[in-house]
């Protein structure tokens, strides 16, 4: 069988993006195995996932691919929505009493996701969507809101740390939701972390970030999501 050619676009989850103990700075440490995903299903896979990335930046860029003549491969893997969902938290904190809204709103991300799939379909592109790996709430808020001068204003505005957790939650289920109304795949990469009794050993210091820990679980998520599709013969395109 011919080798296919898979290609990723994603935020810093999927470009194994790791913060640093010691000196507190975020540095590529990706450990996905994507050599061994390779070998065994005889893939080509490239990974244009970007720090920071949402959903309409990822979009972008896919498009910009197409149009370049670069976009020739057989299935993309997106995931999107850790960005999407987050706040300009520091603007919550000046002014806990104003409506806040994320980068991406929810109903905005739903749409540019349906847009995307329709987009890679019409052009023979299998797409392949990803549940996002869940964050530790207490972590998250220490990480991104502890340094700020009103702290307390942004718990104010939350109504309490566990609302992160829920609100990032609900984009993960908007994804299988989607997933489920237009018949596309999905990676359950949520799932693999959860089925972990102890998920702060998977996460670094900022909660949100896989550790080289999470980074094995997303590559075993990967793994089963590709080994089930086969034995289902819902995919072609694995070996």
């Keep these: 069988m011919e080798q296919r050619n898979v290609e990723i676009f994603g935020d810093s989850i999927l470009k194994g993006v790791q913060l640093d103990d ?42 910009k691919r197409f149009k370049n003549g670069e976009l020739q491969c057989d299935a993309i893997v997106l ?20 409506e806040h809204q994320p980068n991406t709103p929810l109903d905005v991300f739903s749409d540019t996701y349906k847009k995307i799939i329709e987009y890679l379909k019409d052009k023979g592109i299998r797409p392949i969507l990803t549940t996002l790996p869940p964050l530790d709430a207490q972590r998250f808020f220490n990480w991104f809101c502890g340094g700020l001068p009103e702290k307390a204003n942004v718990l104010k505005w939350l109504g309490g740390v566990e609302a992160i957790y829920r609100w990032h939650e609900n984009y993960s289920r908007t994804v299988e939701k989607i997933a489920e109304e237009t018949g596309t795949l999905l990676v359950d990469l949520r799932g693999a972390f959860l089925k972990h009794r ?42």
């Design 79 to 98: 995931n999107l929505g850790g960005n999407d969902c987050d706040f300009d938290w520091k603007a919550v904190s000046e002014r806990p009493d104003d």
């Design 22 to 63: 010691e000196n507190k700075r975020y540095h590529v440490d990706n450990n996905i195995d994507v050599t061994m995903l390779e070998n065994k299903f005889l893939l080509n896979i490239n990974n244009f996932s970007k720090f920071g990335c949402t959903i309409s930046k990822a979009f972008a860029a896919i498009e």
């Design 198 to 239: 102890k998920l702060e050993h998977l996460l670094c210091a900022d909660g949100t970030h896989p550790n080289t820990a999470g980074q094995r679980v997303i590559t075993q998520g990967f793994l089963e999501f590709i080994e089930m599709a086969k034995a289902k013969g819902k995919i072609e395109i694995f070996a």
